[in-house]
């Protein structure tokens, strides 16, 4: 017995029957909890799982439990190290459709999130839920040795670099080294002589952004240092 709709086949038309409403919209099963309503029952049997807290697919080798099957599949691949989905750009395999999809971005320059704030977008959603805290007070992210906090998490392991004595971040061409990324690309100016900071009303140009800001206090007449 097979869809007329989409092809999949079924075994009987008792199955058939019930599969078809997915395609008309048509959504019978209601939740008595919250009210949403699904097109086939057994959605709405998973579904409840969210309010009952029920997580009955176990994995046999760490013992952590899912309350889908599919999810369990999906964990699976961790043990296993199946990494299916592969990059049709740079070659790089993902264990989910959903971990390629993000880092296929990075190809397509592509940042679907964007702040209802500031507009500033981003590749990812998670990316954009840590960047809200920027508009916030809230600083969720605290570094356990002195208790600064932050309110990016790439902020606190920049930070965190501070209380390690090793420079992470060396330099190809004088092998200087630097404790942030930052550093060590406004050093490498110094190399290139790239000045990517130019004055709008001068068109002078500057390697740090810095000095382009100390410089415009030169237009406005306003001296930074008295």
Do not use: W
């Not at 048509?26 to 699904?38: D, G, L, Q, R, T």
């Not at 993000?102 to 990316?127: A, Q």
């Not at 930070?159 to 990324?181: G, L, M, V």
């Amino acid at each position: 017995f097979s869809c007329s709709v989409c092809s999949k086949s079924f075994a009987n038309e008792c199955s058939l029957t019930r599969h078809t409403p997915c395609h008309v919209g048509e959504k019978p099963f209601i939740c008595n909890i919250c009210n949403e309503s699904f097109s086939l029952k057994n959605t709405l049997q998973q579904h409840m799982r969210v309010h009952t807290g029920e997580k009955p697919f176990m994995c046999n080798v760490c013992s952590k439990s899912f309350a889908r099957k599919s999810n369990l599949n999906l964990h699976m691949r961790v043990h296993t190290g199946e990494k299916p989905f592969v990059c049709d750009v740079c070659s790089r395999s993902f264990s989910t459709g959903y971990n390629l999809n993000r880092h296929f971005r990075i190809h397509t320059g592509e940042k679907p999130f964007t702040c209802h704030l500031c507009c500033k977008s981003y590749s990812s959603k998670g990316n954009l839920i840590a960047h809200m805290y920027v508009h916030s007070e809230e600083k969720p992210f605290t570094c356990k040795i002195c208790s600064k906090s932050f309110c990016e998490k790439n902020h606190l392991l920049e930070h965190k670099r501070y209380h390690e004595t090793k420079n992470p971040f060396q330099c190809d061409i004088c092998s200087s080294s630097f404790r942030a990324r930052c550093r060590l690309e406004e050093h490498l100016r110094t190399h290139t002589g790239e000045k990517p900071f130019t004055c709008h009303l001068c068109s002078k140009s500057f390697t740090q952004k810095t000095s382009l800001t100390a410089h415009m206090c030169v237009h406005s007449g306003k001296m930074r240092f008295t």
